[in-house]
């Protein structure tokens, strides 16, 4: 079902507009459009344009909630103003300014010995002082690493050529650090013989006392002290917050609802009368929220509210909210996927869920298995508010009672008397075909029966939206409903033996309609009474009309068809739990449960996922194709789901 919609015009002194957006508007469901936009044909309105004065604090708060989350509670409830609630946000986050400051220092000082620590650790080998080294007047040192191939290579072949010193200090799997000292007047030789044995150079600078490990620990102490003065500014920060977290939280909640408030601005019109300035806000409500808005407003005499009867008047279109019984809400999922249904268009919820449910019974009838999927959709959706879960309960529901229907509990079809039949070993002997499974035939009229539904829906949908052409002279209208009416009834006689109409009647009933829908489009013209009834290129329409009926005729064969799938699937899935309790050996009595467990898990997650798949493709395209346009935009209201 669609809730009956309200179109809203509220004005009163600008001045008033937060007031009256926190005393009424936030307290109803009301789905807001532009006022501009609204009332074109209102001359002097222009935007009530401003800035958000407390648009920075909120980002401040935000940010703070989003870090600070942790030490917040849930909710606050301080009264504070929004002046208030942003003093707040400003004076904490001055406070939180300078500890953040001392805190980024330390850890840049901390970062820097890092660094420095990590590059004189593969040097710790060397008993030597760093700082003495780096003072070399005649010496040239070079501090760096090769690879363990270069290396070898360089002190095998190398290395007793030059006149060079190398000292190897640490290395691990991949590298070897090492220092070499070489005479300054020899330096650039020896470096470039160095450089083409891949030796990477390390720069060490002028900070390091006494020798490298002697440095380490001195450099590891400092760290030692500055992580305990981090740890110091840490507290304090959260201190800080804790000692202030329900102010802020309670600011965070009072500036983003004034912000939402402060938003509506953008939607308003305003106008000038005399020496005052009026705001106009228009938008939707329900029925029931616009009455008792309306009356709430009577005793208050600086606000003017106006719901305007005729929807002729509006330009924009009501928007879409869904209102269906509990059990069925869960398949408006499927609904949105689509697209919501327009404002005066027929919900299909109801009966997306019933049919739905039905066909994913029908394919998948198990006891077993329809009861392990009814509980766990509901468990799950219990726990997690999914609405596919919901779904899958109710497809747990209905393969239950397909499953008693057939007999068949976890593959086993000798548990249960099936109360109908067999999927896969009932047969019924029609003339013409001759012998078929019955669950085929059923399926078949079962869609045939689905189909006239849709024809019928369609029918009020196009009456609904004044549509004649699609009500009365369409393939799925009143024509197209007599035609495969009369197809189904001749078929249901002929095939269970009965006398078939006499041809005069067959040719009223199959002949009539289909030249009905032929010519739609000039008795339409002639119902409307245009001056122009037949287009001008007739003979290019009696040729499109002809390939046109030709594949109208065929869609109703092959929509018809399309329902083989559903006893397709429940003789599939007989035959896949067949295959399940023959491999698990419980033919020969030696019944292997280990290989019944996996089996019902495998049959039920993969079968299920693809009969779900297959029964929505049959929702939307051969029902939904019929009757339904998902046209409609969703109801967005301002109000307890926005503020």
């Given amino acids: 079902m669609i809730e009956k919609m309200k179109f809203l015009s509220i004005t009163g002194p600008k001045d008033d507009i937060d007031r009256v957006i926190e005393q009424y508007l936030s307290r109803y469901e009301i789905h807001l459009e532009n006022a501009l936009s609204e009332l074109k044909t209102v001359t002097g309105l222009r935007p009530c344009a401003e800035t958000n004065p407390y648009k920075s604090e909120l980002q401040t708060a935000a940010k703070l909630v989003e870090t600070y989350k942790v030490l917040l509670p849930a909710s606050a409830s301080m009264p504070f103003s929004p002046e208030e609630a942003a003093a707040v946000v400003r004076e904490l986050e001055q406070q939180l300014e300078i500890l953040l400051k001392e805190k980024s220092d330390l850890t840049k000082q901390a970062d820097a010995i890092n660094a420095s620590i990590n590059n004189v650790i593969p040097f710790t080998d060397l008993n030597y002082a760093v700082r003495d080294i780096l003072n070399f007047k005649y010496v040239k040192f070079r501090f760096g690493r090769m690879t363990h191939g270069s290396y070898d290579k360089f002190m095998t072949y190398v290395y007793g050529t030059l006149d060079t010193i190398v000292h190897k200090c640490q290395e691990d799997a991949e590298y070897v650090w090492l220092v070499y000292f070489v005479p300054d007047a020899l330096s650039d030789k020896i470096d470039a013989i160095f450089t083409s044995m891949h030796f990477e150079r390390f720069f060490l600078p002028d900070e390091y006392e006494g020798t490298p490990t002697e440095a ?53 019109a305003c106008t000038s009368q005399k020496d ?111 609405n596919l879960a919901a779904i899958i309960s109710c497809c747990g529901f209905f393969s239950t009672i397909f499953g008693f229907l057939f007999g068949s509990v976890f593959g086993f079809e000798n548990i249960l008397k099936p109360l109908w039949l067999h999927p ?75 006398k078939l ?110 009969v779900g798949i297959q029964v929505l493709r049959l929702e939307y395209y051969e029902l939904f194709s019929r009757f339904y346009k998902g046209t409609g935009r969703e109801f967005k209201p301002y109000g307890k789901n926005g503020a």
């Fill in 216 to 268: 380490t620990h001195e450099l590891e102490q400092r760290l030692s002290d500055l992580c305990r003065q981090l740890r110091s500014v840490e507290a304090r920060i959260t201190d800080l917050v804790s000692r202030q977290k329900e102010e802020l939280a309670a600011a965070w909640e009072r500036l983003t609802v004034y912000s939402t408030n402060f938003d509506v601005r953008r939607l308003a």
């Fill in 276 to 386: 005052n300035t009026f705001y106009i806000l228009c938008g939707w409500m329900t029925e029931s929220d616009a009455e008792a808005f309306r009356k709430e407003l009577e005793n208050d005499k600086n606000t003017f509210c106006f719901m305007e009867e005729d929807n002729e008047n509006i330009m924009s279109k009501p928007p879409t909210k869904l209102k269906n019984p509990r059990l069925f809400q869960p398949f408006e999922m499927f609904i949105r996927m689509y697209g919501l249904p327009a404002y005066g268009e027929l919900d299909p919820t109801i009966i997306l869920g019933l049919t739905y449910s039905i066909l994913f019974g029908f394919m998948f009838g198990d006891v077993g298995q329809g009861l392990c999927l009814l509980a766990g959709g509901f468990l799950l959706y219990r726990t997690k508010k999914l």
């Fill in 424 to 498: 896969k070993s009932a047969m019924t002997q029609l003339p013409f075909i001759g012998n078929l499974n019955t669950v085929f035939v059923v399926s078949v009229a079962l869609g045939m029966g689905i189909v006239l539904i849709t024809m019928v829906l369609n029918v009020i949908n196009s009456l609904h939206s004044r549509d004649r052409e699609k009500a009365y002279f369409d393939a799925n209208g009143i024509a197209g409903i007599v035609f495969y009416g009369a197809l189904t009834s001749t078929v249901f006689l002929y095939m269970s033996g009965h």
């Fill in 501 to 610: 109409p006499a041809v005069t009647v067959l040719v009223v009933m199959f002949l009539i309609p289909l030249m009905i829908i032929f010519f739609k489009e000039p008795l339409t013209a002639l119902m409307e009474k245009k001056a122009q009834v037949m287009p001008k290129e007739k003979g290019m329409f009696l040729v499109q009309g002809f390939f046109e009926l030709f594949e109208i005729c065929l869609s109703y064969f092959s929509n018809t068809l399309s329902f083989v799938r559903v006893g397709a699937f429940a003789v599939s899935h007989a035959a896949m739990m067949e295959v399940v309790l023959m491999l698990a050996g419980a033919e020969t009595g030696t019944t292997n449960w280990l290989v019944i467990v996996l089996g019902n898990l495998f049959v039920c997650g993969m079968e299920g996922l693809i």
